[in-house]
């Protein structure tokens, strides 16, 4: 089983640009969320996909977005990046329901904008 | 609003001696308390968790206690070794029927040898 595995590690983009980040979950997981991990700070939510569909959504403006496919994998894409997009973005797993919430974390894209 | 709040943000401990951090959190209909640990440049892993028809999870040297009435929970290692260094995050989920974990701000465990 190979859990929880995102790309790319790491990237550097500059403001203005445009990033997709890449998950796929761990074998049997159907919910995918994904976390923003600023340096010295807990993960913060972006938002859940199941089913194919945003089910939950954090505290994040629209330039952040993103998709689940049918085989569960899931890309996250920030538009227009500002300085402040620095951060560990975090794809977590889980199945679905009641379970929703017990995460599997990957090991996360260091994205750096410059 | 919705919050957690985790105490302390840095714990230094001799090794051998037990440690323990605090979280509290502010929806009553909370029901799914986890403990995740990260080390340096490393994904944060579940540790334990606990549901809330508990009050206490043991698992080996580690251990989570849950207050309900007072809406706090708490992590407890015992015997504490040079490998529990690591950032400790609790989480809890706010607004029943929310899936999403709203984390703590964290706590930097130091074993000192």
């Known amino acids: 089983d190979a859990g929880v595995t995102q790309s790319p590690t790491h990237l550097i983009k500059t403001r203005g640009q445009q990033v997709t980040l890449r998950c796929s979950p761990k074998?049997?997981?159907?919910?995918v969320s994904w976390y923003q991990q600023a340096l010295g700070q807990g993960p913060q939510f972006i938002f859940q996909y199941y089913e194919e569909e945003e089910r939950q959504r954090g505290n994040f403006p629209d330039r952040f977005s993103g998709h689940q496919f049918p085989n569960y994998s899931s890309e996250l894409n920030v538009n227009a990046l500002l300085l402040g997009d620095s951060a560990l973005y975090l794809c977590?797993?889980?199945?679905?329901?009641?379970?929703?919430?017990?995460?599997?974390f990957g090991a996360g894209s260091r994205l750096t904008v410059l | 609003g919705e919050n957690v709040e985790q105490h302390p943000s840095t714990l230094s401990v001799q090794e051998g001696d037990s440690a323990v951090i605090k979280c509290t959190y502010s929806d009553s209909a909370s029901n799914y308390f986890p403990w995740y640990k990260q080390e340096l440049g490393k994904r944060p892993q579940l540790i334990i968790d606990i549901r809330s028809n508990v009050g206490e999870k043991k698992d080996q040297r580690i251990a989570v206690t849950l207050n309900k009435t007072a809406k706090h929970f708490s992590l407890h290692i015992t015997e504490t070794q040079p490998e529990d260094s690591a950032v400790y995050f609790c989480a809890a989920p706010l607004n029943f029927g929310n899936e999403k974990l709203t984390f703590g701000t964290g706590t930097r465990l130091t074993i000192i040898p």
């Open positions: 977590a797993s889980s199945f679905g329901g009641t379970g929703a919430n017990v995460l599997t």
């Open positions: 074998s049997g997981h159907d919910t």
